[in-house]
């Protein structure tokens, strides 16, 4: 029996015990939660099999330890759990950021047991009544083991991560927090400052927000997300995304030149270099940024589901653009996501899914 213990029984916290739960039948789970009503709640759907208001000697029999408080409490709780962690005993949390953590790693001398893990996976929702274990199906898990962690561990923990129905990545701390300051971090401030630049250039009659659509929306759409959690990102993640936000400044200032220049050639490469890179990526469509008519659906991790649902649509007189899995899930929800034609296609997909039992996301 592996025992696995969870500091904060949240969003994500919550849908890596349930998806191990689902996907495992050698998994025994204690869960500390401050939040009673929540630790109720998992005991109640059989996802924890004990429940502790305070962190304690229970936890002195896990094999992993999952450190799933906000970031704030994470290093005053590894504090409280290092008296009780047996040898052996696997730490490991699930926050975008990792250096940080590792410094506190470090100073502590963890270096053998810890290995960091940000799973790609998010929702707008908050708390383990909004958890689920197919958050975690075909999404990326970074893994950012320490220095000295026993190759065996890291084996042992990817297989782990494998047996939730995710897609383990290994990868160290310095380029985890490098990589997704660019590719997650520094977007929300961009997108963020592009809405508000808007709004400071807006009629009184809020002409421009009432005809934004389409590509405005389509890049702005992570401007929505919470307010805190990207504060704390950039007070943890700062360097990375001050520097990276200097060289997008002073790629703009070079574009700007060029504009004002009237330079044709120089244009025209600024687009298509952006175009043919972004093209490149997996799920990149063709052309311009034009709005997207789709939806994200949750599908069990099963052979056939996506036939299924490509089946049920087709037998509706829905046409399908383009479907496919999404990995990284941290700024939407669903795990299938189905690019449709028109935008009337939208609400009768909705429709003939849920009618069939699917959970269904509207994209913004």
Known sequence: MIICGFIGLGLIGGSIARALKQNREDIRILAFDTNQETLNLALAEEIADAVYPELGEAFSTCDFIFLCAPVSHNDENLLKILKYKKDGCILTDVGSVKTPIFRHIQQLGLTDCFIGGHPMAGSERIGFANSKASLLENAYYIMTPGADVP?????????????????????NSEKHDYVTAAVSHLPHVIASSLVNLVRDHDDENGLMKSIAAGGFKDITRIASSSPVMWQQICLTNTANISDL????????????????EQNPEALYQFFDEARLYRDSFIDAGSGPIK?????RVDIPDQAGTIAAVATLLALNGINIKN????????????????????????????KVLTDRGYTT???K
């Open 151 to 171: 190759a065996k561990s890291v084996e042992t923990f990817r297989d782990l991560i494998q047996s939730m129905g995710a897609i383990p990545l290994l990868v």
């Open 245 to 260: 936000l200097q060289d997008y400044i002073e790629s703009l200032q070079k574009i700007k030149i060029k504009l004002d």
């Open 361 to 363: 996301h509207l994209t």
């Open 291 to 295: 709005k997207v008519h789709a939806i």
């Open 323 to 350: 479907i496919g899995i999404t990995h990284n899930r941290e700024a939407e929800e669903g795990v299938l996501r189905i690019e449709l034609y028109e935008e009337s296609s939208i609400e009768k997909a909705v």
